[in-house]
């Protein structure tokens, strides 16, 4: 899959306007359903959850960089986890779908919804974003 942008972090995110209802024709219904529904893919069905190269992760749906690979841990939770994002490329919410309160992130520039954030991370920062792995592309380092 073709990455459609890569932003440098520190320049400032100029949101774009998703409209929830119409999906992106270059996603699949899955990654449609996971951005702009708040979906949850299967556990342990990314094939990210076995990427061990040096890289980085971007958004699916605008190409922001999220996640640098020297961040990413196995969890064993399933999903694709990570102590640390980049600075400033999340928005975050409560979210009480499941009957108790969690923290779900949300890519800033195109507002797609990427999973949760937990406290349950290894150190440094104890957190653990556990992300819906159809909702990255993998950009190896060259």
Known sequence: ???????DPTESINKLKM?????DPDLTPEQNYILKQEGTEAPG???LNNEKREGSYHCVGCGTKLFDSKTK????????????????VFEEKT???????????HCKKCGGHHGHIF?????????R????GVCLVFKPKS
């Not at 406290?119 to 957190?127: A, L, M, V, Y």
């Not at 974003?129 to 819906?132: R, S």
Request: aromatic share 14%; proline share 7%; glycine share 10%.
């Open 129 to 132: 974003y556990c992300n819906n």
């Open 73 to 88: 841990y196995e969890s064993g939770s399933g999903w694709p986890s990570f102590f640390e994002s980049i600075p400033g």
């Open 45 to 47: 069905s990314s094939t």
């Open 119 to 127: 406290d349950d991370g290894p150190e440094p920062t104890g957190k």
């Open 1 to 7: 899959m073709e990455i459609k942008e890569i932003l």
């Open 19 to 23: 409209s929830k209802k119409n999906w």
């Open 95 to 105: 979210d009480m779908h499941i009957g108790y309160q969690r923290t779900e992130y």
